[in-house]
């Protein structure tokens, strides 16, 4: 028992994903370390204030402050790698190509540590199988620990180069408020960068919020989108006796719509394009209602009813034989006849109900025409086609 502890402890230090988060965080703890020793002997700030302060550590070097943030970053992402969240590792690989590109290309005496981002780049691009798990949880803290560290970025960043805007930035309301600006890309132009410094570190900020808002924004609400599917399809596994309204004419909307109207649980199953014909809210299934899979989805072995109606006589026929062979005799059946030579071989799939609305109009205007009394019997045998 003992030995089998350890061997499946030795498989899970061996896993590729854990592996790559590790050598994650050691990138991000190196990345933190040389800013971190270099800035933390004087923070005696309280005499001077904190901008005073800020100014007099010499941060740029520029490159400092951005580090500073990916480092951070990089060490939150590589933890929840270790869970193999999709939204850390999509991160995790821009914040690598960003460091790559900062450390081989501006700032030169960190080379081997962009040579390092590079290798892990690779190495996590390789991987991407390893990290499946799409959370709204992890999503949601790797958006805001990013949108906030990118917030600092542009606040400190701001107020050390404050004397290089026009007008001098002197106050953190100032500073936060240029940032918001920059990060939306609203750009007012009350506040406008006079140095080549500034405007590269404006443009950093632009580059950054952009990245880092949409990316957020485009993967939480995909996240979202698909719980809600799932959500429907556990919903969808789960109902019994209800209707399975199959096509997107006018008859198939205004029969889900009346049965709504009655309070009765009902499914449409329909094409992606014909789905805005219904109302929003509407529970479907997308997919060709003869498929079998599609069928399923529907659940149409525990529906009460399964209504044929498209504009196609071989569709509702297709759709027909199918549930029959999915379902069984168990559930009723619906179908119209578009065109009435093929009355009569529809009638051979023994629906439970089949109806021609051209044969329906046309009866009860001759009965109109001639006088003839119309009532529910009446309506009933011309319906299901007992009319002589």
């Not at 590729?16 to 800013?35: E, K, Q």
């Not at 992890?138 to 970025?153: K, W």
């Not at 014909?274 to 525990?302: C, E, R, Y």
Request: hydrophobic letters at 50%; charged letters at 15%.
């Amino acid at each position: 028992m003992l030995m089998n502890k350890l061997m499946a402890g030795v498989r899970e230090l061996l896993n590729l994903r854990v592996i790559l988060s590790l050598l994650l965080l050691a990138d991000g703890i190196m990345i933190l370390s040389p800013v971190l020793f270099s800035y933390t002997g004087d923070i005696a700030w309280q005499d001077g204030g904190f901008t005073a302060w800020l100014q007099s550590l010499g941060f740029m070097k520029l490159l400092d402050i951005p580090r500073f943030m990916m480092g951070l970053l990089l060490v939150l992402l590589s933890l929840l790698m270790l869970t193999g969240a999709r939204i850390a590792w999509l991160f995790s690989l821009f914040i690598l190509l960003t460091m790559a590109l900062m450390d081989l290309g501006l700032a030169r005496e960190y080379s081997g540590q962009g040579y390092f981002s590079l290798a892990l780049l690779i190495a996590a691009g390789c991987l991407w199988r390893k990290f499946p798990h799409h959370s709204l949880t992890s999503a949601g803290v790797v958006a805001i620990s990013s949108v906030i560290l990118l917030v600092v970025y542009s606040v400190f960043g701001t107020l050390y180069l404050g004397n290089e805007f026009q007008p001098h930035v002197t106050d953190v309301s100032s500073a936060f408020y240029f940032a918001l600006v920059c990060m939306t890309t609203v750009g007012f132009g009350d506040i406008i960068p006079i140095s080549t410094e500034a405007r590269m570190f404006t443009l950093t900020v632009v580059v950054f919020g952009i990245t880092i808002f949409t990316t957020s924004i485009v993967y939480i609400v995909g996240v979202v989108l698909r719980g809600t599917r799932e959500i429907v399809k556990k919903r969808l596994l789960h109902m019994k006796e209800h209707y399975v309204v199959i096509g997107a004419n006018p008859l198939a909307v205004n029969l889900y719509k009346g049965l709504k109207k009655r309070g009765l649980e009902a499914v449409v199953i329909c094409t992606a394009d014909q789905k805005a014909n219904f109302p929003d809210g509407t529970i479907s299934v997308i997919g060709d209602g003869a498929d079998a899979a599609t069928l399923g989805s529907a659940n149409v072995k525990d529906a009460r009813c399964v209504m044929a109606v498209s504009d196609s006589d071989a569709d509702n026929t297709f759709t027909l034989l199918a549930v029959k062979q999915l379902a069984g005799e168990g559930v009723k059946t619906v179908t119209i006849v578009n065109q009435e030579e093929n009355s009569g071989k529809m009638r051979l799939l023994h629906a439970d109900m089949s109806f021609s609305l051209s044969q329906l109009g046309s009866e009860v205007l001759m009965k109109m025409l001639c006088g003839e009394k119309i009532d529910n019997n009446v309506m009933a045998d011309i319906l299901l086609a007992k009319a002589p």
